[in-house]
């Protein structure tokens, strides 16, 4: 599973959560009352801290830098300051903003602000984001300017109206509440389709391959920003066909399971954020997402040939941990045979994890796992690529070749 991580964060492409302002609850958690405390359940669970928080810097105070295609662009100052935050905003304005993608001036927010999935959330639940936000401490800070580009606002009424239908989440009646809780927290409050799900060359989401993976950029090794591919969440073989639901609740409220452990983008979505979920909201997050139909890719997999080549490699530095058969063991590593990031079309998570190591996020315990090493000062591009379609076609896995250009693209 991948997602969102350091800074910069949560990009993928112009169309991801800068100023994620919060989610996750149609009704109040069964541990929280109030709407201040309600709110601020939806503001952790939600990850407003990783998008709006500089390390080191004042919660919720923004700056956070995103790379796009177009050019540079920052979070904004979300705390209750009335000259640089929005402390001048009432209930009614959050609601325009996450409803509609508009400022109280009027101005028209970038899509990185994901009002396209937020337009699902209920009206209570941005009251109490509302409610818990004004009692964040006020921080006096503004953000640096975006890029020129990123600056220009009337072209976004054009990209609305191709690319943005409004509307709250509607429940399925054929469906049972637990369901219908897990397809609002997914598909509006936790924006999943924004890094899960392709886009256009408009930077729209493409409905009909909605959450069979996608691509963005962060923070990989030191000071590097690098492409990372998010997995495909139906049930395909090479998305969660092997994932059970007790396995992907595990892996929401915890960051591990015995199918995968969080790292990259992902870390700080579990950190930040679905760790604070219920125990009963992950659950319905992982019984909807187990119900997506299969989305399934028809590339041409790794030639036999090309497998063979990676054996030598993989029986040297990956077979004690990770075993011959690909399945990993209790105390020694994850499984390879059968997963998601192993067989996402984009090689790029796996070859990231193969150059840099995996990163074991603070507050995470994989168990008895051992530490991986990093093999990019170890192992030249022909050995990464040759290794990487070793795993990639193994043990019934099946995905398109790694070439060496695609490995000094990841370095």
């Known amino acids: 599973m991948t997602a969102h991580s350091s800074v ?62 177009f050019g540079r662009i920052y979070s904004t100052n979300i705390t209750p300051d009335r000259a640089t935050g929005i402390g001048t905003w009432r209930a009614v304005d959050l609601r325009r903003a996450m409803h509609e993608g508009v400022a109280p001036n009027g101005d028209r927010l970038f899509p990185a602000f994901p009002y396209t999935s937020f337009t699902k959330v209920t009206e209570a639940d941005v009251d109490a984001i509302h409610a818990y936000l004004r009692t964040v401490k006020p921080v006096r800070y503004t953000p640096p300017a975006n890029a020129p580009l990123l600056r220009i606002r009337w072209p976004l009424r054009i990209w609305n109206a191709l690319s943005f239908e409004p509307g709250r989440h509607v429940p399925d009646a054929a469906q ?6 897990g397809a609002y927290l997914v598909q509006g409050l936790g924006h999943c389709s924004a890094c899960h799900t392709p886009r256009n060359a408009l930077m729209a989401e493409v409905s009909e391959r909605e959450y069979a993976g996608g691509t963005l950029q962060d923070k990989v090794g030191p000071n590097k920003i690098r492409r990372w591919s998010a997995v495909n969440l139906t049930g395909a073989k090479y998305g969660l066909a092997s994932w059970s639901v007790n396995d992907l609740a595990k892996y929401l409220g915890t960051g591990f399971s015995v199918r995968a452990g969080t ?98 996020p603070k507050g995470v315990s994989f168990g008895g796992w051992e530490t991986m090493p990093a093999y990019g000062e170890i192992l030249d591009d022909e050995q990464l690529a040759a290794v990487s379609n070793y795993i990639r076609g193994s043990w019934g896995n099946r995905a398109r070749a790694v070439n060496p250009e695609d490995v000094a693209k990841q370095r």
């Not at 109030?34 to 709110?39: K, L, M, T, V």
């Not at 930040?272 to 979920?277: A, D, F, G, P, R």
């Not at 998601?340 to 984009?346: G, L, P, W």
């Open 8 to 69: 910069p964060r949560c990009i993928a492409a112009v169309a991801m959560s800068l100023a994620c302002v919060c989610t996750h609850a149609q009704n109040a958690s069964p541990a929280v009352g109030d709407s201040i405390s309600r709110g601020r359940y939806l503001a952790y669970v939600g990850n407003c801290a990783t998008c709006h928080t500089v390390p080191g810097g004042a919660p919720f105070a923004g700056g956070v830098a995103f790379e796009t295609p």
């Open 176 to 181: 049972n509440a637990e369901w219908n809780r």
């Open 263 to 360: 790292f990259g983008p992902m870390n700080e979505v579990i950190v930040n954020s679905l760790k604070y979920l219920t125990p009963e909201d992950a659950r319905a997050m992982a019984v909807y997402l187990k119900s997506l139909p299969a989305q399934e890719s028809d590339g041409p997999g790794v030639l036999p040939e090309q497998v063979s080549a990676g054996e030598p490699i993989y029986k040297q530095r990956c077979e004690k941990c990770h075993s011959s058969s690909g399945r990993g063991g209790m105390f020694s590593g994850p499984p390879l045979a059968g997963g998601a990031v192993t067989q996402s079309e984009d090689p790029a998570s796996l070859l990231n994890i193969l150059i840099y190591g995996p990163e074991l």
